[in-house]
Nanobody
Framework: QVQLVESGGGLVQPGGSLRLSCAAS????????MGWYRQAPGKQRELVAE???????NYADSVKGRFTISRDNAKNTVSLQMDSLKPEDTAVYYC?????????WGQGTQVTVSS
């Protein structure tokens, strides 16, 4: 069992930055692929970025060059640095831990980009 707790959301102006963090419980954190997903009102949840146990990363086209995912296996944390934020980045952001077919989700943190 893995428990995930996100933090760092909030309100930011267009062009600004936010850093999301996710703290995970469990002794085998390093084995999981960790990811960030988001869900905007009326839309399906979508992958934003993910990082494997081998530190390979994958980003949605819409965030490439603006967002950076990283992990610290010693601290059981995964972070998402979000720069050059746009209003269309507004959504609830969820932390995800995936190992084969098993998925764990955090409770989500709201990110609002607005002037």
């Amino acid at each position: 069992q893995v428990q995930l707790v996100e933090s760092g959301g909030g309100l930011v102006q267009p062009g600004g930055s936010l850093r999301l963090s996710c703290a995970a419980s469990g002794r085998i954190f390093s084995r999981y692929t960790m990811g960030w997903y988001r869900q905007a009102p009326g839309k399906q949840r979508e992958l934003v970025a993910e990082i494997t146990r081998g530190l390979s990363t994958n980003y949605a086209d819409s965030v490439k060059g603006r967002f950076t995912i990283s992990r610290d296996n010693a601290k059981n944390t995964v972070s998402l640095q979000m720069d050059s934020l746009k209003p269309e980045d507004t959504a609830v952001y969820y932390c995800n831990a995936r190992l084969v077919s098993v998925n764990y989700w955090g409770q989500g943190t709201q990110v609002t980009v607005s002037s």
